[in-house]
């Protein structure tokens, strides 16, 4: 769990909104199959970006806000994001951010193990009764997914009231299944949007 809490966000804190910059080489090798070693040392690499130029605040049911720094000088990037649930996830999923964007806030999906840009995954969202299916920019050398901004409508209304977000990421050689708590979710998002706001 603390692998998946620190890659979570490690990877989500790389790059500003907007920016596609790679990830830094010692977390490429931080997926599935890996010895304690190697584990050991992925938790120790994502915990060096976590504090080099960023801020995370704890939130209610396992949000984090987390900021940071623009090495360009420009907008902070400034996300809310919550680990998968491990008991419910396979190990390619690592979590959920909640992103300020330039049209708005943008639902990014994270992934321990990169994916190809040649043929975006179609992503399928299930929260209580209803489901959303959608297709995913990959991003961030492959390790993040962005959802169009309709998923983001989503997050504002059907999501509020849901306990989980079910995922279904469509890719060879076979999908990836997760569930996101979503106990929190309101807080969360108000304190992104005010963020968002006032950068």
């Known amino acids: ?22 990830v830094r080489p010692g977390i490429l090798n931080c997926g599935s199959g890996i010895t304690a070693e190697q584990r050991r040392r992925c938790d120790e690499e994502a915990f060096k970006q976590i504090q080099s130029g960023s801020q995370s605040t704890q939130l209610e049911s396992g949000w984090r806000l987390v900021k940071s720094k623009n090495p360009d000088g420009g ?5 809310v994001m919550h680990v998968v649930d491990s008991a419910k996830s396979d190990t390619g999923l690592a979590g959920l951010s909640l992103q300020c964007g330039k049209g708005g806030i943008e639902i990014v999906l994270i992934v321990l193990e990169p994916l190809s840009r040649s043929a975006p995954p179609n992503v399928a ?54 569930a996101v708590p979503l106990a929190g979710l309101p807080t969360a998002l108000r304190y992104l949007s005010q963020s968002c706001y006032a950068r």
């Not at 920019?137 to 977000?165: F, T």
């Open 1 to 22: 769990m603390v692998r998946s809490i620190l890659l979570c966000a490690g990877l989500l804190m790389m790059t500003a909104p907007g920016r596609a910059e790679p």
């Open 125 to 178: 969202l299930i929260a209580g009764e209803k489901r959303a299916e959608f297709q995913a920019s990959v991003i961030q050398s492959g390790v993040a997914l962005l959802l169009p901004a309709d998923a983001s409508k989503l997050a504002a209304s059907d999501w509020q009231n849901a306990n989980e977000l079910a995922v279904e990421i469509v890719t060879a050689p076979k999908a990836i299944h997760g």
């Open 75 to 79: 907008a902070d990037a400034i996300s």
